[in-house]
């Protein structure tokens, strides 16, 4: 009886050996699964469907989880205009998350007794995808040569040169990773403290100068309509993507800490996450009171946090993505955007639920609601606090 074993596959050359080393040295019966978070076409369909069947796996699928993606996990980093560190908008963190997820249920679908990923044992996503596995298939082995056997790149490519497997193996200068939330790149100056990554290194070059004014229009927080043209919120940020980064918008390095407890540097390119991040927040300040605002910025740390650690099926996010939905009752508007080379800043809103509103008072001109005497009144209360501390400490200051 053969042993089911289900492949997490994205084509690269961990993932290839993975493959071959499942099937030809350990006997597994291997379904080799790519999970698409937005990063794939058809015609990559197509071709990593080709690569996996000439590496001799039983069974190859196409997992499209891009949907999924954003109706669970980038609507409420969108709601909670979640960017690690003040930079990154978790573009890999979240989506690997997700990938894991679905690989956990196709294993369960179809009876795997194992689960196999081609993380190494340096980085995060090791953890985020053990984590998943062991929630969802706790029955299930999970394999992991590379980590297992310490591979290094030139060992992995001489084990595939001698299965007889063709290939262009020579390592690209920088690695691309690409998603629906946005694109991590990686590379020797990504390994160091002070370079910063070469024009060369991002997925997409400048092709235009000037300004261009786009307007992005929200309901209930989420983006549902481009300079004017409602659709879908995945197609509304496909769309700004296509747009914006013929500007060279949303690139970044992010520095943080990793689950396993080192510094980490990627760079990345995110032009429609971070517009609309900063869209959203601008009218998120003009449509929540002030202490909804600084209670979402505590909360929406946490589910950035939990998120990045893989720790997505923990209930407690549940209850952060309950209060980040409520949160959105009323951020229904229009914010318009100026993009120029390399930059982009936000111009203004326009909502129906803007507490901005001339009819109660402006802001440093003149009130309608209160009158001088209650404004002394108010400052007179409100200095009590520090009145009392230096009447007994007034040589403090």
Known sequence: ???KVVLA????LDTSYCAMYLSKDLGYDVTAVTVNTGGFNEDDRKLLEEKAKKLGVAAYDFVDETENFYQNGIKYLLFGNVLKN???PLSVSAERVFQAVAIAHYANKIGASAIAHGS?????DQVRFDLVFQSLCPGAEIITPIRDLTLSREEEINYLKEKGVQANWEKAA???NQGLWGTSVGGKETLTSHQYLPEQAFPSQLEKQGTETVSIQFEKGEPVALNGKADHPVRVIQSLNALAKTYAIGRDIHVG???IGIKGRVGFEAPAPLILIKAHHALEKHTLSKHQLFIKDQTSAWYGNLMHEGQYLDPAMRDLEAFLQNSQEFVTGTVEV??????????GITSA???????FGQYGEMNKGWTAQDARGFANIFSNQTKLYYSLHHDKF
């Open 338 to 347: 100026q993009l120029a080379p390399y930059r982009f800043h936000i111009i």
């Open 174 to 176: 920088y690695s691309i």
């Open 9 to 12: 596959f994205s084509g690269g």
């Open 120 to 124: 190494t044992g340096a980085g995060n």
């Open 257 to 259: 800490d990793t689950i």
């Open 1 to 3: 009886m053969s042993k």
């Open 86 to 88: 003040n930079t990154y």
């Open 353 to 359: 639920n803007d507490l901005m509103q001339s009819s």
